[in-house]
């Protein structure tokens, strides 16, 4: 079982930046790949971007250009450096460990954090 833990929301300013963190711990067994997602109110959750164990990114294109997802493996932590923030990236962003196959990222249902949330206001 693994153990997701997010940091860094916050509330910030339009135009402004932020980086998440998702420290995890625990065996991922054969999760290859992890990601984030986020939960506007009253919306459905939805992929951000999400990084292999090698280094291939893949980025929703509504975040594309200003945001980025980098990993530490020796420190198992995925970031997401958030740039030119706009009130519509307010929600709250989970991280998630999963498959990366077929170019493209499948959630694992069992392996979420607990969220973090991220407020974007004038």
């Known amino acids: 079982q693994v153990q997701l833990v997010e940091s860094g929301g916050g509330m910030v300013q339009p135009g402004g930046s932020l980086r998440l963190s998702c420290a995890a711990s625990?065996?991922?067994?054969?999760?290859?790949?992890m990601a984030w997602y986020r939960q506007a109110p009253g919306k459905q959750r939805e992929f951000v971007a999400s990084?292999?164990?090698?280094?291939?990114?893949g980025y929703a294109d509504s975040v594309k250009g200003r945001f980025t997802i980098s990993r530490d493996n020796a420190k198992n932590t995925v970031y997401l450096q958030m740039n030119s923030l706009k009130l519509e990236d307010t929600a709250v962003y989970y991280c998630?460990?999963?498959?990366?196959?077929?170019?493209?990222?499948?959630?694992?249902?069992?392996?979420w954090g607990q969220g973090t949330q991220v407020t974007v206001s004038s």
């Open positions: 998630n460990a999963g498959t990366y196959y077929s170019s493209s990222y499948y959630p694992s249902t069992r392996h």
């Open positions: 625990g065996s991922i067994g054969s999760l290859n790949a």
């Open positions: 990084i292999t164990e090698g280094g291939r990114v």
